[in-house]
């Protein structure tokens, strides 16, 4: 079994940061992407910044500059460093890890149970 646990939301002025982590656990042989994707109340749930194995990244254009996403391999853990924060940022942030399991032949998808993010003066 595979766990995936966010940390770090809360409660930020705007113009302010945080400091999002998320770290997977459990049966793993080999961890791939990993990515934050983020939910706001009434809307699907889209793409907010992602990171290879080897350390490539991709963003949404609406952060790009003010969030950047890191990854340690050594922890199975990744980041993200959220900068100049805008109302609009509210949500709740998940993880998504792509994790092949010792006794599977094909990677999995594994989400974490989210973390809010509220934004607000």
């Known amino acids: 079994q595979v766990q995936v646990a966010e940390s770090g939301g809360g409660l930020v002025q705007p113009g302010g940061s945080l400091r999002l982590s998320c770290a997977a656990s459990g049966s793993i042989l080999s961890l791939y992407d990993m990515s934050w994707y983020r939910q706001s109340p009434g809307e699907r749930r889209t793409l907010v910044a992602s990171?290879?194995?080897?350390?490539?990244?991709n963003y949404r254009d609406s952060v790009k500059d003010r969030f950047t996403i890191s990854r340690d391999n050594a922890r199975s853990t990744i980041y993200l460093q959220m900068n100049n924060l805008k109302l609009e940022d509210t949500a709740v942030y998940f993880c998504?890890?792509?994790?092949?399991?010792?006794?599977?032949?094909?990677?999995?998808?594994?989400w974490g149970q989210g973390t809010q993010v509220t934004v607000s003066s």
């Open positions: 998504r890890a792509l994790v092949l399991g010792p006794a599977s032949s094909m990677p999995a998808v594994y």
């Open positions: 990171i290879t194995d080897d350390g490539l990244t």
